[in-house]
């Protein structure tokens, strides 16, 4: 924190008052800086700084295109910090419910349209190999780790090829553009201006249409009927203009979301195990 108030003394935001934000999943840490009606918060990526550079990077393709990514206000790349445009304290986990999940859904899903017209070619490509590493986390942290259990050679051979056939399918669908990554219901903000935010996607990558939309309905925090997600994993579809059948389409869509839930149940027993986060 010392660091932090010694940067904040160089910048227009000396003043103001800094209170703990919120921290994710990762090691970034938030702040808001506060002076009368004005709101601002302060990124600390000091813990990760190599997570920076991809957040500005990105930054700056979404705001191109009109996507809600926050403005990026002052920096401080060799400390990790960013002070950034505040979107308030409402996620969409905070709001969603059987009233409004399809208008808000829609919503995000016109952001995801959007954010697909990003210049994705110069991030890193979402292959096969990083799809099997993603869920291999799975077997290593969560079943010989947390639960724990002993594999047999047999076992560990259906679930390699459990994993190869899920990645096989996820590849089969329209690839190379923009993929968020982590678009769920905990990244995405509802502003005071009624106006859709999106956060937390440094981790940006270049890969398949299905995948922020899987993030989005196969959301780990929150769940409704299948059957209404599936009218809007085919609103998705039409929007977007693919010429697809409706049982391809879902096919992609769910085995899309059957490798991010793998890859998260490894993530999350790692976050446990590992960095002792008991609340994600």
């Not at 700056?60 to 060799?78: F, M, Q, S, T, Y």
């Not at 919503?107 to 991030?123: V, Y």
Request: charged share 30%; proline share 2%.
């Amino acid at each position: 924190m010392d660091n932090i108030k010694a940067w904040l003394a160089t910048t227009p935001y000396k003043d103001f008052q800094i209170t703990v934000a919120s921290a994710d999943a990762s090691f970034r840490k938030y702040y808001r800086l506060t002076q009368n009606e004005e709101s601002f918060l302060l990124m600390d990526s000091s813990l990760e700084l190599a997570s920076l550079s991809p957040f500005i990077k990105v930054t700056d393709k979404l705001r191109k295109l009109n996507v809600k990514a926050p403005e990026i206000l002052e920096k401080h790349i060799e400390e990790g910090f960013l002070i950034l445009e505040d979107f308030g304290s409402m996620h969409y986990l905070d709001i969603l419910d059987w009233d409004n999940f399809e208008d808000l859904y829609k919503k995000a899903i016109d952001e995801i349209l959007k954010m697909q017209e990003a210049d994705a070619s110069d991030l890193p490509v979402y292959d096969k190999e990083f799809l099997i590493f993603e869920m291999d986390l799975m077997e290593t942290w969560y079943m010989e780790k947390l639960l724990p259990v002993s594999l047999s050679s047999k076992q560990k051979e259906i679930i390699k090829d459990a994993l190869n056939s899920i990645a096989d399918v996820v590849l089969s669908q329209p690839q190379n553009v923009f993929v968020h990554r982590d678009f769920h219901s905990r990244n995405i903000m509802l502003t005071p201006q009624n106006e859709i935010g999106i956060i937390d996607y440094q981790d940006a990558m270049c890969g398949s249409i299905c995948y922020d939309l899987a993030s989005l309905l196969e959301d780990s925090y929150i769940e409704f009927d299948r059957e209404e997600m599936q009218k809007l994993v085919l609103y998705f579809r039409d929007k977007k203009g693919l010429e697809v059948d409706d049982a391809t389409f879902i096919k992609w869509f769910d085995f899309t979301s059957m490798q991010r839930h793998i890859k998260v149940l490894g993530i999350f027993a790692r976050l446990y195990k590992r960095d002792g986060k008991k609340a994600i």
